[in-house]
């Protein structure tokens, strides 16, 4: 056997369970579309990173459930009505972590019908029984993106 056919056999067998990712993102696909960002929190480690556009914060799932509410009532206050996943990228870098890449599609009152789309990959890690979250990218700016679309006002958002 070559070095090249048993790297890629020993992979195979170091892929995280997808059923358990896809179980993850359906329950967080729900989850947001709900507005129950606190019930979201369980999806994410003790400690994680979040980054994006503006830069990067470490946090923990304290701060992150004391912060749901907030997060929760300024999305009820800016219309929200749907979010729902579009499509999705898995790229297995190891036995313990998957990268996830989202496609998501928004809707708000102001809009309509008409899916706000935007990107978030998550680096997933497999903790035992189920994998959590331990890093969110969003791509866009979520904050010039509202304001594009009338959804808030320059100091409205907060970061």
Known sequence: MSIGAF????????????EQL?????????AFNKLDIRKNAKFFADT??????????????N???QKAEQ???????????SAKILSKK?????????????????????????LIEFDVTYLV???GNEPKIIL???????????KKLGLVKPSKMSA
């Open 7 to 18: 790297f890629v056999s020993g992979l195979k067998k170091q892929v995280m369970n997808t």
């Open 22 to 30: 896809e179980k993850l993102f359906n329950e967080y696909e729900r």
């Open 48 to 61: 994680f990173i979040s980054a994006g556009p503006k830069g990067t914060i470490a946090q923990n799932k």
């Open 63 to 65: 701060d992150f459930l």
């Open 71 to 81: 997060a929760s009532e300024f999305y009820k206050s800016i219309g929200q009505t």
């Open 90 to 114: 898995l790229l297995p870098i190891s036995d313990q972590y998957t990268i996830v890449t989202l496609h998501w599609g928004v809707t708000f009152q102001k809009t309509g019908n008409e």
């Open 125 to 127: 890690q497999e903790t």
């Open 136 to 146: 969110f990218i969003a791509h866009q700016d979520e904050e010039e993106a509202m």
